[in-house]
């Protein structure tokens, strides 16, 4: 760069709240981070009118995220690849000829997550002009452990967004706890941001007595993990009072990705998606599909009230999950609900389906409970 008091400026792709360790990192490495203004109609409606017309909607947000990023002036535009069969492995080059084809100019770099901590670095080398080994490392690992704070927030918003007494309060908590983090400059401080948000969130008053459902979210890992594309299903739940726990999270797509094995502690979740997949599907086959159909079973081993699965129209694997799920219905007698999301779905189904299986699993529950009294006298 001839001007060396202007910083390069990356965007990346919103996913939910990965935006905040994003920044992190780049930032970390002198690189300006550029927040792509939040998913909106206008994202969707440019990323669809410059898509083919069956591709899945998290393509169609993306590309539209990198074309209002580019249109601000950004230097890089960046996401993650995937290996093996899903097509978000294509994406990426899809996405970069597209960009060619409009008449922009502005780099694009892929990130592969599963080259671990060394991908990272080798990603960081590409757009900063830092290559001292441990500050890139040190940036990523800053990386990583806001992730797993952001996750951590997120699970105890969800406990007090079901229960709180003024609908609302537990978010904009979340919200404060989110400034918080972002704040933070090194670990020392992320570590202190973490406790005061958990600590903001904490505050809210709510009524610990309430008889409260508990939901696990699975399908597809943007779709789950993204507000905007799953229209704010857990909002809207924890309005009705349910508690809900993502299955798939960043922090978890992280632990397998690039966390080293001797870090690890546990079964991570695609270890357990081998295990207990296996008497319905015997192998993976591309996207989120084996983790969501072990999913199910791990939901029933923990006595969840129910199982929601959420994911884009035309992605196969996920197809492929919600044919599996009919004869798993049956087998574990657990009460799922197949949401398929595109630019077409309409708010106020969306909301009557969810209304509708939030009675069924009350109804289930309260019949059980009555069974529970019965044999006892």
């Not at 599963?114 to 670095?121: A, E, K, P, R, V």
């Not at 948000?197 to 709510?206: D, P, Q, W």
Request: proline share 3%; glycine share 6%; hydrophobic share 40%.
């Amino acid at each position: 760069m001839n001007n060396k008091d202007k910083k390069i400026k990356v965007a990346f792709p919103h996913m939910g709240t990965i935006y905040v360790a994003w920044e992190k990192v780049l930032n970390a490495v002198g690189v300006e981070a550029y927040i792509p203004p939040y998913t909106s109609k206008k994202t969707l409606s440019i990323g669809t009118k410059n898509s083919p017309e069956a591709i899945c909607i998290p393509y169609k947000l993306i590309l539209g995220n990198f074309i209002e990023a580019i249109e601000n002036g950004v230097d890089y535009v960046s996401m993650i690849a995937s290996p093996g069969i899903c097509r978000l492995g294509e994406y990426g080059r899809n996405i970069a000829q597209v960009l060619v084809d409009l008449g922009y100019k502005t780099n694009y770099v892929e990130l592969n997550l599963y080259d671990g901590f060394n991908g990272m670095i080798e990603y960081l080398k590409k757009i900063s002009t830092h290559k001292n080994y441990f500050k890139l490392l040190g940036a990523v690992y800053l990386g990583v452990r806001t992730v797993f704070a952001v996750d951590e927030l997120q699970n105890f918003l969800s406990y007090h967004r079901a229960r709180e007494v003024h609908k609302g309060d537990s978010e904009k908590a979340f919200n404060k706890a989110i400034r918080y983090i972002r704040d933070a400059k090194n670990s020392r401080e992320l570590s202190r941001a973490l406790k005061k948000g958990l600590s903001e969130i904490s505050n809210v008053e709510i009524d610990k007595n309430k008889n409260v459902l508990h939901v696990d979210l699975t399908g597809e890992i943007y779709i789950v993990n993204d507000e905007f594309s799953n229209q704010n299903i857990e909002r809207e739940l924890g309005a009705m009072g349910v508690q809900v726990r993502r299955s798939l999270t960043v922090s978890s797509f992280l632990k397998d990705a690039i966390i080293p094995k001797m870090f690890k502690k546990g079964e991570t979740h695609l270890e357990r998606a081998y295990r207990l997949a296996k008497p319905y599907l015997m192998r993976d086959i591309g996207g989120d599909a084996l983790e969501c159909i072990s999913d199910v079973l791990y939901a029933k081993e923990r006595n969840v009230d129910g199982l929601i699965h959420v994911s884009p129209f035309t992605c196969m694997p996920e197809i492929m999950s919600q044919n599996i799920f009919p004869k798993m219905r049956e087998d574990v007698n657990l009460p799922i609900l197949s949401l398929i999301m595109d630019e077409q779905t309409g708010r106020a189904g969306y909301i009557t389906r969810l209304e509708a299986f939030v009675d069924l699993m009350r109804r289930k529950k309260m019949k059980a409970k009555n069974t529970q009294v019965s044999v006892k006298q």
